[in-house]
């Protein structure tokens, strides 16, 4: 099917990723590049046979195809629609024993939808749409439009926040702003458990979709315990803590944003209830000197290696801040500790962690390995998709 796509060829052998339906080409596999191409143009690859590999967003870098189709078909409107249909109707179907009480969740997850470049987030009614491609971000406006022929009155207002996602490289100065409609109340429910979402200044969307289950999962093992909750930025893992019964939870993060986010969504669920205080701090330095005041502690960090390069140094900090909470959590005590670092692989986590038990003499057992939910779903052909990693270890 001719559709006036610029061709890239591929140089021989490099076809074969593409072939096991892996979405991304590099830069480095190029042979050739039939005509002009600007960033963001939709560009069709094809092996140095002249073999049709897929159609995808052209892009500056080291990732220089994003491929969202395999198949040699129409990329218009209707492409759009169904591909986002697709992606409303799994959550329709997988969130369904959440749904009476959640309206909150990732609507459409990059590469494990098919959309690479795009990420939307779905608050009660506002979808923000963060977009990690230059060709996802020029075709913004008819997303929003193909999003709402999808979910009809559901929606009620699209946010664009891309300024701070958009390739650095990139000639392209996104604004972020609203493409249709107008501010919402930013209070949501999860689990009935209610949050305010910042999606104009706060971090990624303004809410950790992603921890959804984990956070539940910490009310199972709170009851009559200190917990302390570590990068705790809104503070969910903390009022999970409380409904589960904790008797104290104490949140720390470096910000003061979020500790008076914390302390907001804390006084939304649990109005004057004492057993919750928020403290802006440096978590190591926090970590220092707390030996036996907590039974419970979770370690949620950011993303310590966004690249390759800067992984040595990400696992050294994921040793030294687990090898602190070891040194310090109580006998009996439980440990949840995470990684949401794509190139952080569960192998290195999971070693870091170890090294970190190993170094601080304690007997340590694994009771649970945790991951992203349903609404962040894997692509099987891209496991770089998986990219959190959980543990929940009970520490002697």
Known sequence: ?????????????????????????????????????????????????????GIGHYQIGSIAVRIFSFDNVPIDERFWIQKLQFAYELRQKMLLPVADDTNVYRLVHGEGDGLPGLIIDFYNGTAVFQMHSIG??????????????????????????????????????????????????????????????????????????????????????????????????????????????????????????????????????????????????????????IKDRYDLIVLDPPAFAKHQRSLPQALRGYKRINTRAFEQIRSGGILFTFSCSQVVSKDKFREAVFSAAAIAHRKVRIIHQLTQPVDHPVNIYHPEGEYLKGLVLYVE
């Open 1 to 53: 099917m001719d559709q006036n796509y610029t061709e890239i060829i591929l140089k021989s052998g490099k076809d074969q990723s593409l072939k096991r339906f892996h979405p991304w080409v590099f830069s480095g596999a190029i042979k050739q590049i039939k005509g002009n191409v600007d960033e963001g143009d939709i560009v069709v690859v094809k092996s140095n046979q002249g073999e049709f590999l």
């Open 136 to 289: 996802m971000y020029h075709i913004r406006e008819q997303l929003a439009s193909c999003l709402k022929q999808v979910m009809g009155d559901a929606l009620k207002a699209v946010y664009n926040k891309s300024s701070k996602t958009i390739p650095f490289k990139s000639a392209v100065e996104a604004v972020d702003g609203f493409i249709f409609g107008e501010s919402l109340p930013g209070i949501v429910s999860e689990y009935g458990n209610l949050f305010k979402v910042d999606w104009e200044e706060g971090q990624k969307t303004g809410f950790f979709i992603d921890q959804r289950e984990n956070r539940k999962l910490i009310q199972q093992y709170a009851q009559g315990r200190d917990v302390l909750n570590m990068f705790c930025y809104t503070g969910g893992f903390s009022f999970y803590a409380m409904r589960g019964g904790a008797n104290l939870v104490h949140s720390v993060d470096s910000s003061e944003k979020a500790i008076a986010l914390t302390n907001e969504n804390v006084a939304l669920n649990f109005s004057g209830d004492e057993r919750h205080k928020a403290f802006a701090a440096d978590v190591f330095d926090f970590m220092k000197d």
